[in-house]
């Protein structure tokens, strides 16, 4: 059950313009919030105002019906409801949803006659995953982590770290979120939320095929170039990360996303700030 401080913070967070734009958006599509996430549990909504910049892309993409896949089925299901199309990078295979395709090579080709390049980071998992690809991904963050903070540092007992390990990945998701609150950081150098340093299993946006992974993010022309054909970094920390949204840089704010400025990066993510709070509002 939850307390009234939680109460009263997800009823904030219900009326941000993120959320009041996803309903918007979901609607659109024939999807409802509630069956979308569980915003009454707390790891699931922080999931979801990590990686929910891709439930507001345009139409000419299909989103995921869940926040969080459970398992391989649902998410090749998915993938294959969307359809994909591939196109050789190298020696890379980049699959993505037809529309994402279409605009990242457009965006490849204006780079092309500029000078420069746009390629996929490490190789063919820099855009399409499985569901399997996630949770190895996870493991690599989480348990390294265990034993860091078990054997290493000794603030999980050995025990603590056994039922850790024993979970379902969605249950270790929402212990190492909790766990976040006494400095505990599942993170690859264990300093900061795992949220930033890999998406829990079945939560990646690389799962709905509107990811691409870009080695040249470093490069501001490269980064000018992906947005005007609708690709932008939507999670905060994941600097390669690009999400394929289908719009107008213009357009994003009332999309419900927000602005945040940090180094020389630029990440568009969901606004849950309350309406009366800073809509547009610049984040350094």
């Given at each position: 059950?939850?307390?009234?401080?939680e109460e009263g913070r997800r009823s904030r967070h219900i009326e941000a313009p993120f959320y009041s734009a996803l309903e918007h958006s979901l609607r659109r599509r024939g999807l409802r919030l509630d069956g979308v996430c569980q915003v009454d549990d707390p790891a699931a909504r922080r999931v979801l105002e990590e990686y929910g910049a891709m439930f507001l892309a345009a139409d000419d993409v299909r989103v995921p019906p869940v926040s969080v896949f459970t398992s391989d089925e649902e998410v090749r299901a998915f993938q294959g409801a969307a359809t994909s199309r591939a196109e050789v990078f190298g020696s890379d295979v980049i699959e993505l949803q037809p529309a994402a395709l279409a605009a990242l090579l457009g965006a490849c080709a204006d780079a092309l006659s500029e000078g420069l390049g746009i390629t996929p980071r490490g190789g063919a998992e820099a855009a399409r995953?499985?569901?399997?690809?996630?949770?190895r991904l996870w493991d690599s963050?989480?348990?390294?982590?265990?034993?860091?903070?078990?054997?290493?540092?000794?603030?999980?007992?050995?025990e603590q770290a056994a039922r850790l390990r024993a979970m379902l990945p969605w249950e270790q998701v929402?212990?190492?979120l909790e766990?976040?609150?006494?400095?505990i950081f599942f993170s690859k150098d264990f300093s900061k939320s795992v949220l930033y340093s890999v998406a829990p299993p079945g939560a990646s946006q690389h799962l709905s095929m509107l990811a691409f992974d870009v080695a040249e993010f470093g490069d501001p022309v490269v980064r000018q170039i992906l947005a005007r054909h609708g690709w932008f970094q939507t999670v905060q920390s994941d600097l390669p990360h690009f999400t394929y949204l289908g719009l107008d840089e213009?357009?994003?704010?009332?999309?419900?996303?927000?602005?945040?400025?940090a180094g020389d990066q630029v990440f568009w993510v969901p606004n849950v700030e309350e309406e009366s709070g800073v809509?547009?509002?610049?984040s350094e």
């Amino acid at each position: 059950m939850l307390n009234h401080s939680e109460e009263g913070r997800r009823s904030r967070h219900i009326e941000a313009p993120f959320y009041s734009a996803l309903e918007h958006s979901l609607r659109r599509r024939g999807l409802r919030l509630d069956g979308v996430c569980q915003v009454d549990d707390p790891a699931a909504r922080r999931v979801l105002e990590e990686y929910g910049a891709m439930f507001l892309a345009a139409d000419d993409v299909r989103v995921p019906p869940v926040s969080v896949f459970t398992s391989d089925e649902e998410v090749r299901a998915f993938q294959g409801a969307a359809t994909s199309r591939a196109e050789v990078f190298g020696s890379d295979v980049i699959e993505l949803q037809p529309a994402a395709l279409a605009a990242l090579l457009g965006a490849c080709a204006d780079a092309l006659s500029e000078g420069l390049g746009i390629t996929p980071r490490g190789g063919a998992e820099a855009a399409r995953r499985s569901f399997d690809d996630t949770l190895r991904l996870w493991d690599s963050r989480f348990l390294p982590a265990l034993d860091y903070w078990c054997l290493r540092q000794q603030r999980l007992a050995p025990e603590q770290a056994a039922r850790l390990r024993a979970m379902l990945p969605w249950e270790q998701v929402a212990a190492a979120l909790e766990l976040e609150q006494e400095g505990i950081f599942f993170s690859k150098d264990f300093s900061k939320s795992v949220l930033y340093s890999v998406a829990p299993p079945g939560a990646s946006q690389h799962l709905s095929m509107l990811a691409f992974d870009v080695a040249e993010f470093g490069d501001p022309v490269v980064r000018q170039i992906l947005a005007r054909h609708g690709w932008f970094q939507t999670v905060q920390s994941d600097l390669p990360h690009f999400t394929y949204l289908g719009l107008d840089e213009d357009e994003l704010p009332a999309r419900g996303l927000r602005r945040v400025v940090a180094g020389d990066q630029v990440f568009w993510v969901p606004n849950v700030e309350e309406e009366s709070g800073v809509r547009n509002q610049e984040s350094e």
